[in-house]
C-alpha cells in the first residue's frame, strides 16, 4: 500500500487533506504532533511524509533534520512561511516538495500523485553504476559511498546524480533535469536544480569551489565529469 504520514496539528485541515487523499485511495496516518509523527516512522513503512512546519512540540524543520538522519522517504512541507529564503532552507534540510498555506487540496492531492507516478517509474531496472575509488554511485540500489562510506542523499539529489551519470558526460539542462525528476507538471520553485544541485556537492565534491563529478556548464545546466 501506499502509506502516507501526515504530520498536522490542525485537525480541520488534518481532517480535509485525510479525506482528499484517501478517495485517490491512500493509506492516510495522521499524527497532531512532531514527536507523535516520530513514533509512527518507526512502525510503518511511508512512502511519503507529509509535514507542517508550524507543530506544538518541535518544529517541522527539526522533525526534518531528525527524519533525514535515518530515512530518505519523500517529504512534502506545509507553511504560511513563503519567502524565497523559506524554501531554499527547506530544501536545503531535506525537503522535496515546499507547499504555502492556504493551498488547494486539490493541488496537494495533485502534486501527491504525480509524486507516485514519479515513483513508480524512476530508474527501472537500472544499472548504472560509476566508481572512482573514492565516489560510488549505484542507481540500481539507489546508493552512495565516500571511500565505502554510505552518504544519505534525498530522493531528489539522488535522482538528479544518477540521471547525471547515466547521460554519461552529455549535458542536462535545468528544464530537462525538472522534467525527469519532477515530471513535466512540476511548478515549484523554478531554481530548486541549482539548490540541490549545491546540496549534491557538498556531500561528494573536496573542493565545492572546483568541482571535479557536478558540472556546471554556463547558460547550458549541468553535467556528470567522473571518470572511471
Not at 485517490?24 to 518507526?42: F, N, P
Not at 539542462?173 to 549545491?198: A, C, M, N, P, W
Request: hydrophobic share 40%; with cysteine; proline share 3%.
Amino acid at each position: 500500500m501506499n502509506h502516507i504520514l501526515l504530520i498536522e496539528d490542525e485537525e480541520s485541515v488534518s481532517t480535509v487533506i485525510k479525506g482528499y487523499l484517501e478517495k485517490e485511495g491512500y493509506t492516510v496516518h495522521c499524527a497532531i504532533s512532531g514527536l507523535k509523527g516520530l513514533d509512527l516512522l518507526k512502525t510503518v513503512d511511508f512512502k511519503l511524509i507529509i509535514l507542517d512546519l508550524m507543530l506544538p512540540d518541535i518544529s517541522g524543520e527539526e522533525v526534518c533534520k531528525i527524519i533525514r538522519q535515518s530515512s530518505d522517504v519523500h517529504i512534502f512541507m506545509l507553511t504560511a512561511k513563503g519567502s524565497l529564503n523559506d524554501k531554499i532552507e527547506g530544501l536545503n534540510i531535506g525537503a522535496d516538495e515546499y507547499l504555502i498555506k492556504p493551498f488547494s487540496p486539490r493541488e496537494l492531492t495533485a502534486r501527491v500523485n504525480a509524486l507516485f507516478r514519479r515513483i513508480s517509474s524512476k530508474f527501472p531496472s537500472s544499472k548504472v553504476i560509476f566508481d572512482d575509488g573514492y565516489l560510488r554511485i549505484d542507481c540500481d540500489k539507489r546508493t552512495v559511498q565516500i571511500l565505502k562510506q554510505d552518504v544519505p542523499f534525498t530522493p531528489n539529489e539522488f535522482d538528479i546524480i544518477c540521471a547525471l551519470v547515466s547521460a554519461k558526460g552529455s549535458v542536462l539542462s535545468r528544464e530537462q533535469l525538472i522534467d525527469k525528476i519532477f515530471g513535466v507538471d512540476f511548478s515549484g520553485y523554478d531554481r530548486t536544480i541549482d539548490v540541490h544541485i549545491k546540496n549534491i556537492r557538498k556531500k561528494i565534491e573536496i573542493d565545492t569551489k572546483n568541482p571535479k563529478y557536478v558540472l556546471t556548464v554556463m547558460k547550458a545546466g549541468y553535467k556528470f565529469g567522473g571518470e572511471k
